[in-house]
């Protein structure tokens, strides 16, 4: 969902869609909804992660859809604010979360987890092969 670009082009192109948007950040949500409100209930914002997408449209009683459009990744909102925890650029707290209500933060998982851990996390996770370095 992010910022609610996309989805605003499509209910604005579409006048008969119907939108279901996932989003695991609250503040993203918030946003979009202010955005999206003009649309009314043709847009339902769910908070969830993209792979509970089943389990949102059983519980809306949503029994299949005509198309789906992911947006993964960081968004340039959570780029921008420092106090997001992202940028590398600005003097922040390094959080990275992208639910910020859930998990712990990247500074307390760089200052508990043991050294092979995050070797392994970034191996794995960062596609990092100087991950030893």
Do not use: C, W
Not at 9 to 36: V, Y
Not at 75 to 88: C, I, K, N, T, V
């Amino acid at each position: 969902l992010g910022l609610g670009g996309h989805s605003e082009a499509l209910l604005a192109s579409f006048p008969t869609a119907r939108l279901i948007a996932l989003d695991r950040d609250k503040e993203a949500l918030r946003l979009s909804g202010e955005r999206l409100a003009p649309y009314g209930d043709r847009a339902t914002l769910v908070h969830a992660v993209y792979d509970e997408l089943p389990e949102v449209l059983a519980r809306l009683g949503i029994p299949k859809v005509q198309g789906v459009l992911f947006d993964l990744g960081v968004s340039s909102m959570q780029l921008d604010e420092a106090d997001r925890g992202f940028a590398y650029a600005q003097d922040a707290p390094l959080d990275m979360r992208m639910d910020q209500s859930t998990g712990m933060g990247a500074a307390e998982v760089l200052n508990t987890y043991p050294p092979g851990e995050l070797v392994r996390i970034l191996r794995a996770y960062g596609e990092e092969k100087q991950a030893k370095r």
